[in-house]
């Protein structure tokens, strides 16, 4: 019996010679590309932490936690000004005036900002705020945006589709790249099984990660919120993620000064927990760095098959 | 322990007040809206029957198939010119050319013609050509693109999403409804389970047939090709999709006379058993027009809540 | 990346020469082999279709539905005596006093009879009553109780488990051939998955009726009680399960004249709708038997590698 | 829409009232009933590590293995003389001579012994020689078995069914209890998703383990060789899963100087990973006994109702 449109990760080289390791041997068997944003290294020498709201809603509410997860030692400030939500009649996000905010939280704290953006027509106007654009798990599939991203010169941070195989999710990478940016982050973020719902918002898939690790040179990052649902796990999956090999983390914070959140507030952990986890992280970075043996990838020529892309 | 972001059936009234039967009395407890395509009556007396090539290839193939589709009795022509693949390296479709020539088929053929769009900036396109736009399963969480869709003034086939809960797809209709537009057919394709792949491509869930025409209005229909993604199975699940109280069928056909198929030619089955699940389709009208007594629901208003989304 | 435990479809001519089709060609590429139960052939020319309570809860109760079912033209009696239930605590079944009830209905209706037995310890007891012995699916990797069935000297009804691949299936199969029983009908109850319990209690896989044909020349039969687990899809999935190529139905019916029943009372269905579904299984049988030509297989010796263990 | 057999965690005071957390309060939102087997704690202040063959094989593999995992800093010795297989014709086991070598690895290391027991008849045997007993995931659901081990009179390794929600996991736990027997660890070993085969065996669930903690009073361990099925991943996975709040770990070991192992070869590791395994535990167990203040709940009398079940 025959079945249409099987793929397996051995066929990952073919599917996707831009961003598989075994087709791009100059990084070697552990080799990672470091992705460079706004100073912040994926894939170096030390876990990346992001923090900050699911929703950017208000000035006050986003510059103030922008202060406090800076203040928790994290590396980077997220916030969606633009949210995907099941209904239509769901708030949406704050839009252009978000993007604003999150450029005055970025002024005020230093910390680069990563943002959602879901429409190929808007990602210019989100690129201009953004130091990194984030493709969400509902639009991993969507080739249109990811075209539109990969020409947009900025890195970006791809996030696994909810029930995206790991060839799916390289192949939508691969769509990036073929725009000539390798700046590209992957993120699990939990995937749908039989238990989604039960007692977890999804099934967080650690698998993944050393799996990912092996077939692909891009960082892996784990969004441990969303892959839980539920704020007493976050902190544990956090060290999990890192332990078994995540080059960071994504964390939705809220402090319940700034008012309870419009969307995912049982996800949502404060910021001293943040601060917690950024601890784990650095911990974790000055063993691993005497340990692993990994070495450096930046400066890595880029193959001459993505080159004839570029060009 | 509360997690965060769930959703069930019950919360559907609420979600999708616009294409949710709870909330639009109307339709009373089995009613369907008609909608209709080009004169093809989606939830009317009888189910519809659409096949066609799985891409535009060229000319021959494509105007070549139709006539074999239409001899065999279908009542639209499906064909793919814009593919959502894997790998941005795989063809991708054969564009406005396939448009064109889809647009010869239905001029040759007399078929109304339904085909995917990805990019929301490509609707105003597709929509010339097309007399049914289809969403297809990796784009239903697109949400820039439903709302596009929504404004083009063309009924809408609407995939479910490989791992969508009925609550989610439902909320993408809402997407296209808020939109003023309810022309829209609902069609299951096979969802992501633990046997994908050792048998089948997917696991055809017929179970949401029933239960989808308990909780909204709109029409469903199914896609055995790529719910099975094996040829010999095509038929039967046709058979089997139609006994669940399916209001229709899209199939992928490919007579090998016009050559092999460049995607996914393990689903495809031949015009000629195409020709026999028609028959099947008219044999099953004359019985359930006969025994099941539900009305059909043309005419039926509108919810004021819908005129005011709409003026 | 090489991964332990893999076996494919590939592999069941090795995993299991006593039931694969390809490993026994006696059968050719689409006969069956007829198991015979008191006379009923599950197999042979018309589908089966078994009718009876869920649990086996009084005397009144179960002759009463019985002569219903008997009346509705069904084939044979289903009852558990011995009910496996999530907490212990729960009704566990009438026992040896169901056994008693269920012979007695079989004396009054002329019905023969299948019931579970879950400990290998009870298999003797329960093969002096019933004609069929099924193995339920919650025990289909109980490779224990497989053996002891196997050698009860009865036909065995062995469900699927409701994650388990097709090849762990007729691995299951396999043990009972293993003892010199090949006297086995297969049967399909629902798989769990992402939607189990939004709109369905299982999800029904219809594509593993065709598969699991090619692949092995048992009889293949559909619960549509469990698969669906809403009293509303039992007929329709009953009516699409025998499209897709099922061999029968084990079907739960409660009449409310007998009482609520103590478990499962949402997906029974009643006597009258049991009759229609019977109606539409001795049509389909009609259309079937000139259609497809399919050959009867009884009289096919088992192969040597199957006598060799007998003897 | 009414869906039969739906049970929630919400319900698993009134499913599960022996071992649900919320039903027995002298356990406090934290306590941990700490089982013993030999004087190892299991959920009391150190995570347990458990290294061993997949299978007895022959007594110079078993009894070096087991002085492998002694000087590699293990709690305990794992060891399948009854092993289930998905086909018949596999390597069953070495049985009672598999049972006899365990005894003597026992004998010479002073390690105390786990090993799966399958058929409740062999019980008694397997209990004689095992200080622990282990109910294996194909068999979560077979409640003889689960019966039958909890009149033994040994502590219970209860591993979670593939595809087992948690409700059902503790109902199984419950079937344990409900004979007067306490003494239960639960073992999550991976689930069954759609990622399973493609990069993993199965889909290492983590999320369950603070989710069992917060719902039972009972020590839950990870099995990160079957959750993975790659021996590269092992490492990585165990230290996730201490994170995570894993009160141990049962892993599978194979030094290549005692042969390569007749089943599940790619998901061993050897003996000197163990060791570096067993000194993160150690490592934890310091940071976490002067982090958490959970107290240890040895000497909590269990409640009323299991005694009324003892008595």
Known sequence: MRIAGQVSIDDIPKVCPLVSRAANPQYGERGTRVVVVAGVRFGGERPVVIGGPCAVESHGQTVGLAHAVKRAGADMLRGGAYKPRTSPHDFQGSGLEG??????????????????????????????????????????????????????????????????????????????????????????????????GEYSRYVLDLNVIPAAKMLTFLPVVVDPSHATGVSAMVEPASRAALEMGSHGLLIEVADLVFGEPKCDGLQAIDSATLGRIVSFAREKQAVSSQESGVRSTEGIQPTPALNATVA
Request: hydrophobic residues 45%; positive net charge.
């Open 99 to 196: 993007l604003c905010i999150l450029s005055v939280a970025r002024q005020e704290t230093g910390l680069p900002i990563v943002t959602e953006v879901m429409d190929p027509r808007m990602v210019g106007e989100v690129a201009r705020v953004a130091d990194m654009l984030q493709v969400g798990s509902r639009n991993m599939h969507n080739y249109a945006l990811l075209a539109e991203v990969g020409r947009a010169g900025k890195p970006i941070l791809l996030k696994r589709g909810m029930s995206a195989s790991l060839c799916e999710w390289l192949g939508a990478a691969e769509y990036i790249a073929k725009q000539g940016n390798l700046d590209i982050v992957l993120c699990e973020r939990g995937i749908r099984g039989f238990p989604s």
